[in-house]
């Protein structure tokens, strides 16, 4: 079983920048997938962005490419999503998960565990 927990979320004025890191540990981290997802107030998760074990192989949703941008470090454990010129509508709690496999996917059921979420609050 692995354990995830995210950190990196806050404040942050329209416009602004915030990194998320999510370190992973209780399993080999670097032989699976990885993925950012998101859930605002009232609203179902969505899908963020992924990556695969090698980190060669990235998806984005639409709303947030050319802004978000997501890597990891396998020798840390480690996850990133980078998330510049945010917006109001990027406010919610972000997740990240691990893969069922070595590539990414876009949907929940792509990925097995959870971390427990980090608060991003975009104000204007």
């Known amino acids: 079983q692995v354990q995830l927990v995210e950190s990196g979320g806050g404040l942050v004025q329209a416009g602004g920048s915030l990194r998320l890191s999510c370190v992973a540990s209780g399993r080999t981290f670097s032989r699976y997938a990885m993925g950012w997802f998101r859930q605002a107030p009232g609203k179902e998760r969505e899908f963020v962005s992924a990556?695969?074990?090698?980190?060669?192989?990235?998806y984005y949703v639409d709303s947030v490419k050319g802004r978000f941008t997501i890597s990891r470090d396998n020798a840390k454990s480690t996850v990133y999503l980078q998330m510049d010129n945010l917006k109001i509508e990027d406010t919610a709690v972000y997740y990240c998960?691990?893969?069922?496999?070595?590539?990414?996917?876009?949907?929940?059921?792509?990925?097995?565990?959870w971390g427990r979420g980090t608060q991003v609050t975009v104000s204007s």
């Open positions: 990556l695969s074990w090698t980190g060669d192989l990235i």
């Open positions: 998960a691990v893969g069922r496999g070595v590539l990414p996917g876009t949907l929940a059921s792509d990925f097995g565990s």
